[in-house]
């Protein structure tokens, strides 16, 4: 197993991982090109020893303008905005292969991801009823910032966790 940073040159395979695992056939390379224009975007992916594309995470530095940093702007109290959306790392994806999860892979991905991150915090959402993601985030300190969040009216809840980094 190794852990590799995402560039350019596998972004197809990240994005035919995705569309494998949550079963879409979206423009994923798309998001994800323009997700790496942020500033502070920063991937990791795992590749078992064949090569083969396992995993990725990906994030960057949460701004005011960005779609996601509007929804949680909203959604946060004042205080909570100050705490968390102030210097704040997003993270946005983590997903491992079905064959390969419960191996620690997820933990090591979102370790790698957050090394050298400068920000004060860390935010990301999940599905309420995401159970798997929900336990990796707890065993990691990760912290219920607000339940349920629905991201847009047609959304099931998601949770936004959130943990300190500095």
Not at 23 to 36: A, G, L, N, T
């Amino acid at each position: 197993m190794e852990f590799k940073r995402l560039t350019e040159q596998n972004v197809e395979k990240v994005a035919q991982l995705y569309n494998s695992i949550w079963k879409e056939d979206s423009s994923f390379v798309d998001r994800i090109q323009k997700h790496m224009s942020y500033e502070g975007f920063k991937g990791m992916i795992a590749v078992d020893e064949g090569g083969n594309m396992i995993g990725f995470s990906y994030g960057y530095l949460s701004r005011p303008g960005q779609y996601y940093y509007s929804l949680l702007e909203k959604a946060l109290t004042e205080k909570q905005r100050d705490i968390w959306l102030s210097h704040c790392f997003e993270l946005v994806e983590l997903a491992v292969h079905p064959e390969f999860r419960k191996q620690g892979i997820g933990k090591q991905l979102l370790n790698e991801l957050l090394e050298e991150v400068s920000t004060n915090t860390a935010l990301l959402t999940t599905q309420v009823t995401n159970l798997p993601a929900r336990t990796l985030y707890d065993q990691l300190k990760w912290t219920v910032i607000k339940e349920p969040f629905f991201p847009n009216e047609s959304s099931e809840p998601y949770v936004i966790m959130g943990k300190k980094l500095n």
